[in-house]
């Protein structure tokens, strides 16, 4: 049974920073791309960053490209995001998320895999 447990949110002031991680189990992720998205009260589900199996190719929503860094370690099957200067209106809740074949900008619920989600709270 596939898990991916996340971790890392919390409640921090606008301008600092977090490091949200995703633990995933329960198979091999050989050539499985992997990604945070992120949800606000109201919103869409969307794409935050995302990164390939082999770690060289990422991409990140041009609203946190410069401030969030996406990084996994296949050894120990995590990827993590850290998060600089964060902004109120980042508060959401934040889902880490896994499958094959290429990134995409919409969520696939029903063909990856996903996590719980971790709250992440900015406060101005």
């Known amino acids: 049974q596939v898990q991916l447990v996340e971790s890392g949110g919390g409640l921090v002031q606008a301008g600092g920073s977090l490091r949200l991680s995703c633990a995933a189990s329960?198979?091999?992720?050989?050539?499985?791309?992997m990604a945070w998205f992120r949800q606000a009260t109201g919103k869409e589900r969307e794409l935050v960053a995302a990164?390939?199996?082999?770690?060289?190719?990422?991409y990140y929503a041009d609203s946190v490209k410069g401030r969030f860094t996406i990084s996994r370690d296949n050894a120990k099957n995590t990827v993590d995001l850290q998060m600089n200067s964060l902004k109120p209106e980042e508060t959401a809740v934040y889902y880490c998320?896994?499958?094959?074949?290429?990134?995409?900008?919409?969520?696939?619920?029903?063909?990856?895999?996903w996590g719980q989600g971790t709250q992440v709270t900015v406060s101005s």
């Open positions: 990164i390939n199996w082999i770690g060289g190719v990422t």
């Open positions: 329960g198979r091999t992720f050989s050539g499985y791309r």
């Open positions: 998320a896994t499958g094959r074949g290429p990134f995409y900008t919409t969520p696939r619920l029903n063909d990856d895999y």
